[in-house]
Nanobody, 124 residues
């Protein structure tokens, strides 16, 4: 089993910054793709940013130039640096990872996992 735990959310004024972290633990062989999604009240969950194991990234148009996704493969941890935050960035942010697990010493998968989310609130 694999667990993803997000941290770093909170309340910030518009124009401010936050850095989210996503720590993966468990029987991990490797992590393929990691991503950050968000869900605002009354809206569907949407992709914010994604990063492959090789470091290729993609972003939602609404966050390009403001958010940066990164990862530390040695620590099985992903990050989302959020700058120039806007009230419309207010949402619960979820970490997502595509994981190759070790089962009886043999890599298996990949399987997708989600964290429980961390709330980001941006005040105007």
């Amino acid at each position: 089993q694999v667990q993803l735990v997000e941290s770093g959310g909170g309340l910030v004024q518009a124009g401010g910054s936050l850095r989210l972290s996503c720590a993966a633990s468990g029987s991990i062989y490797s992590i393929n793709r990691m991503g950050w999604y968000r869900q605002a009240p009354g809206k569907q969950r949407e992709l914010v940013a994604g990063i492959t194991s090789g470091g290729s990234t993609n972003y939602a148009d609404s966050v390009k130039g403001r958010f940066t996704i990164s990862r530390d493969n040695a620590k099985n941890t992903g990050y989302l640096q959020m700058n120039s935050l806007k009230p419309e960035d207010t949402a619960v942010y979820y970490c997502n990872a595509e994981v190759m697990q070790l089962y009886r010493g043999v890599p298996s998968g990949p399987r997708e996992y989600w964290g429980k989310g961390t709330l980001v609130t941006v005040s105007s």
